[in-house]
């Protein structure tokens, strides 16, 4: 937990105790959950490495912070050291302690660090247009079938992050994420979300499909015709007998779809079993939204279209996308004549 934020004193209201909870409440939500849950997992395990070496830990210094780093290079990977040095600093400076990691000899062998162990960061594959069409032909009838349908239409035209989906409500309520259905198409609300830490909201337009099979605003209205799901969460569980419950899937379970109609598109494709399923690895939750992002940068939209369906606060993320999508047909060997 971090130390509450002021001193109190005499001066302060006579609910300065509350206050100070408060005050501390509000001092925690400054990064997000998720940070939080990493990090305090982070901190557990150098205070159990400090305990177990007979050092300190709070306050550590830049010494024993980087003898953590060197005991743990190798069997990390360097994007978890750098998270966990982070979330040790973050630790330290609820604290009033900064740690030094611009000194030598900390900087040199942290650089030193990186370079031996530094590996590009696995990515999952693009889930392409084609390759949804392929896994929407082969999704199974059913009312599993129809949630599987808008979900991953849904998901891909509006570049939804796997715990956006899981989120996704049919009717606005505070604080929710909703779907509103309109004449122009579905509006996305949503009142939080990775890239909006602060809860202004967003908001994501999804636009009829050119074509019936693959219009996610067709889906959507079959799926919600199907379910009957007026209130309350919109994709939801449905167990081998084909009963529906009433909690929302969670984020795993998206993920589980989105590799389950992978395979089905292999399978339709003539791939057998074992083929299909070690093709399905190189897909995610991600994977829809990335593929919007790599078709929609081959067929030429424009930069700032992509940014804003993705909600990229930073236009060099969403370059990453177009750069990779790109690759191949803004390349300078195309123009020397081969």
Known sequence: MLPVPFALNPALPANAVEIAARAKGYAEQAQAENTRTAYASDWAIFEAWCAAHGVQSLPADPGTV?????????????????????????????????????AEP????????????????????PLMPMQLRRALGAVPPGLAGVRDRALLLVGFAGGLRRNELAQLEVLARPGADWVEDGPDGLTVHLARSKG??????????IPPGVHRSTCPVRAWRAWLDV???????AFRSIDRHGRM???PLCAHSIALIVKRA????????????????????????HSPRRGLA????????????????????KYDTTAGY?????????????????
């Open 196 to 205: 909006d830490q602060e809860g202004e909201g967003q908001v994501i337009g």
């Open 245 to 247: 419950g009433e909690d």
């Open 66 to 102: 980087l003898a953590f780093l060197v005991d743990t290079a190798g069997t990390l990977t360097v994007s978890t050291q750098r998270r966990r040095l982070a979330a040790i600093k973050s630790r330290l400076r609820a604290f009033g302690v900064t740690l030094d990691t611009a």
């Open 262 to 285: 992978a395979i089905a598109g292999e399978l339709a494709n003539g791939a057998t079993q074992a083929d299909a399923e070690a093709a399905a690895k190189k897909f995610a939750g």
């Open 322 to 338: 177009i750069e990779e999508a790109q690759l191949h047909d803004e390349n300078a060997a195309s123009y020397a004549g081969l």
């Open 106 to 125: 900390f900087r040199s062998v942290w650089k030193g660090i990186r370079r031996a162990h530094g590996r590009p960061p696995v990515k999952k594959a």
């Open 227 to 233: 379910s009957g799901i007026n209130a309350g969460p």
């Open 294 to 313: 790599t078709s929609a940068a081959r067929n030429k939209a424009p930069g700032h279209l992509i940014q804003k369906q993705l909600r990229h606060r």
